[in-house]
């Protein structure tokens, strides 16, 4: 995965462990994608000091991550949820018994109401 992806996910996951001006410059840097310059006149503070706060936040974040692990299990549970739907999509389309059909089609629409909630 790529690494600004990657950091704006964890944020998601763990942006409310960070210090709240730590927090405000990785969102600016990640999600809002200014510039380290820019971040610095919006915060008051000096470029150098902008850098060395999302690093140190970058590195939290993924401190947070080894220990607990929720992207790796938020991913997994997606992953498992997409192959649900598709194994139900094969057992509607492979057979002609309309209650197993029906069934399937129930299982796919739970994993689809699950995923939306993501």
Same mark, same amino acid.
């Given at each position: 995965?790529?690494?600004?992806?990657?950091?704006?996910?964890?944020?998601?996951?763990?942006?409310?462990?960070?210090?709240?001006?730590?927090?405000?410059?990785?969102?600016?840097?990640?999600?809002?994608?200014?510039?380290?310059?820019? &971040?610095?006149?919006?915060?008051? &503070?000096?470029?150098?000091?902008?850098?060395?706060? &999302?690093?140190?936040?970058?590195?939290?974040?993924?401190?947070?991550?080894?220990?607990?692990?929720?992207?790796?299990?938020?991913?997994?549970?997606?992953?498992?949820?997409?192959?649900?739907?598709?194994?139900?999509?094969?057992?509607?389309?492979?057979?002609?018994?309309?209650?197993?059909?029906?069934?399937?089609?129930?299982?796919?629409?739970?994993?689809?109401?699950?995923?939306?909630?993501?």
């Amino acid at each position: 995965m790529e690494k600004n992806i990657e950091v704006s996910l964890l944020l998601d996951f763990y942006g409310e462990l960070l210090k709240p001006a730590g927090r405000h410059a990785v969102d600016l840097y990640y999600n809002d994608d200014l510039s380290l310059s820019e &971040i610095a006149e919006d915060t008051g &503070i000096t470029r150098q000091g902008v850098r060395d706060s &999302i690093k140190r936040c970058e590195q939290q974040l993924f401190e947070y991550e080894k220990k607990l692990g929720l992207l790796s299990r938020f991913q997994q549970l997606e992953q498992g949820l997409e192959e649900i739907s598709a194994l139900a999509g094969q057992i509607m389309r492979s057979t002609d018994d309309s209650q197993l059909r029906s069934l399937a089609a129930q299982i796919a629409d739970k994993a689809g109401a699950l995923k939306e909630k993501e």
